[in-house]
């Protein structure tokens, strides 16, 4: 029973960080956040075994982060009050061609991140060209070209 109780605090410890730690989708990752990824799993893999490094034990573990997750991902669909604790929620950072510029400062997101997504997703080139753009919950941001 101390496993699960293990791997459920260290999994509300992860989700807590991780969302406090803001939006950043896999495809943004730079060298140095994969490498404290890694010592984030090393770290998190002490707190989760302890002592016993048994297969049963690391079985156990798997299964309850799993599991949790899995009951999140559930608790999310039927609540979405749940779901906006734990997850996040799509934001509009552009606005008919104007910055929100309080939004971009509190996500950390410039003026050329939203640019760069533009030329990738749609060929625009400037702000004026761009109707709205959407952060999006995993951290992708969405271009909705002017018409």
Sequence with gaps: MDTVVRALVVYLIVLLLLRAGGKRSLASMNTFDLVLLLIISEATQ???LGDDFSLTTAALVITTLITVD???DYLGFRFPAFSRVTDSVPLVVVDDGRLLEDRLK???IDEADILA???QNQGLERMDQI???VLEKEGSISIVPRR
């Design 46 to 48: 002490q707190a989760l």
């Design 117 to 119: 997504a533009a030329r």
């Design 70 to 72: 899995r009951l999140t």
């Design 131 to 133: 109707k709205y753009a």
């Design 106 to 108: 509190r996500l950390h």
